[in-house]
């Protein structure tokens, strides 16, 4: 009914007396609160509320949002999803103000609307409604959380759910450093369409290392910030490295053990040689005493007889 109403109005147009105005800048509204959607105009002479009409609809579609005539709103034809969300005021419809309140805005509100007033003569102007949502404070996590080592890729998330619209994701490292090059990011929305982001940034894993996530929302101009330091801590030898360490480590202790064993015999074994050589060296050393000892009586036994022979000789 209204899509018929509309030409046969612009039909009836005569040069225009009045003049429609709304904001040139998009407005912006918050998920799930109220909005109102400034249009105002002027006229050249005073009117009575019977001969004023509004229409607001969707621009694109055409869709009836809200519609006032004979003194009355006419919501037969509106878009059911602005069913109960809807309303204007009549007093300020008397004083030239033909603004629209929209409530609990949500997502799928978001775009470009007409205000259409006729008194007499027709107008219209168009505006911009823009939705937004905050994000969720970010959070960072590291993948994998443990066994790590030096050297080892890793992978950072941050992530932020129930923002709209699309927010701006910017790494940095501790310098500064914008590391968003080496990101992949990926948004997912939800049956509200609201946006959940994930930002992956994978990185050489370091000892004491300090990289940050920073979420920009494009309409409210927020800045959300989230840091995270890998220190030595987080780095651990993984299962694998420390059997082979405790393995080789017993090894070690083994081998230590069995040197030591046969350094003791070693050592062993020359004292009992040079206590058997020492022996034999005395043994050696008494038995070359006793031989002499044996000589030496043996020639003074020699020496004796030969005296008692040269006396007998004598006698004779």
């Not at 509200?192 to 929302?217: A, R």
């Amino acid at each position: 009914m209204l899509a018929l109403l509309l030409p046969a109005m612009l039909t009836l147009q005569a040069m225009a007396v009045k003049e429609v105005r709304v904001p040139e800048q998009p407005v912006v509204a918050l998920y799930g609160s109220d909005v109102v959607l400034n249009c105002s105009f002027s006229h050249a002479h005073a009117f009575n509320l019977s001969e004023l009409s509004v229409f607001w609809q969707l621009t694109d579609t055409k869709r009836s949002v809200h519609a006032y005539w004979r003194r009355r709103d006419q919501l037969a034809d509106q878009a059911e999803r602005f069913a109960n969300r809807t309303a204007l005021s009549a007093a300020g419809l008397g004083a030239g103000d033909a603004s629209l309140l929209l409530r609990r805005v949500v997502v799928a509100d978001e775009g470009s609307y007409t205000c259409f007033v006729r008194v007499r003569d027709y107008g219209s102007a168009a505006l911009l409604l823009q939705v937004a949502a905050p994000y969720s404070k970010p959070a960072v996590t590291l993948h994998p959380e443990s066994n790590l080592r030096p050297g080892d890729a890793v992978a950072l998330t941050c992530a932020s759910h129930g923002g709209f619209p699309e927010a701006g994701v910017l790494w940095r490292d501790g310098g500064g450093r914008n590391l968003t090059e080496n990101i992949s990011t990926s948004l997912v929305a939800n049956d509200d369409g609201l946006f959940s982001v994930s930002s992956v940034l994978t990185v050489l894993l370091e000892p004491n290392s300090t990289f940050s996530c920073g979420l920009t929302h494009p309409l409210l101009g927020e800045e959300a910030h989230v840091s995270v330091t890998i220190t030595g801590q987080n780095i651990a030898f993984p299962p694998v490295a420390l059997w082979v360490t405790v393995g080789l480590a017993l090894c070690l202790l083994v081998l230590l053990v069995a040197l030591a064993a046969v350094c003791h015999r070693k050592i062993k074994e020359s004292c009992e040689e040079a206590r058997r050589e020492a022996e034999e060296a005395k043994e050696l050393e008494e038995g070359e005493s006793k031989t002499a000892m044996t000589l030496l009586a043996s020639e003074d036994g020699e020496n004796k007889g030969a005296g008692r022979r040269e006396g007998d000789e004598s006698g004779r």
